[in-house]
């Protein structure tokens, strides 16, 4: 199971940590990433890392903007949000699973566990 947290309001041009703790064994070798969804719109990427040490991935709209880390002895994946703006706002998921190929690290529909969301709101 995942629980996210550190979602908030903000205004734009701030700044924002979401965390996404798992529970569990062997978290260092799942595929973790991020995914948002705003109101009226389809779940969409934003990053992934596929493990530890290897390549980041990120959606263009937030490429140099957005972090995505891990922290695997705390079962921990973040994202750090910079230079947010008002189109960033939405409810986003950390999800995670542990068989990912990368060709399928941005779609949402190949993660099997996901955590339940946290509500990021920018105001301009």
């Known amino acids: 199971q995942l629980q996210a947290s550190g979602g908030g309001l903000v205004q734009a041009g701030g700044s924002l940590r979401l965390s996404c703790t798992a529970s569990?064994?062997?978290?260092?070798?799942?595929?973790v990433a991020w995914f948002r969804q705003a109101p009226g719109k389809e779940r969409g990427f934003v990053a992934a890392?596929?493990?530890?040490?290897?390549?980041?991935y990120y959606a263009d709209a937030v490429k140099g903007r957005f972090t995505i880390s891990r922290d695997n002895a705390k079962n921990t994946v973040y994202l750090q949000m910079n230079g947010l703006k008002p189109e960033d706002t939405a409810v986003y998921y950390c999800a995670a699973d542990p068989n990912l190929i990368l060709s399928s690290i941005r779609q949402s529909d190949m993660y099997k566990v996901w955590g339940q969301g946290t509500q990021v709101t920018v105001s301009s």
């Open positions: 569990g064994n062997s978290f260092n070798i799942y595929a």
């Open positions: 890392n596929r493990r530890s040490g290897t390549t980041n």
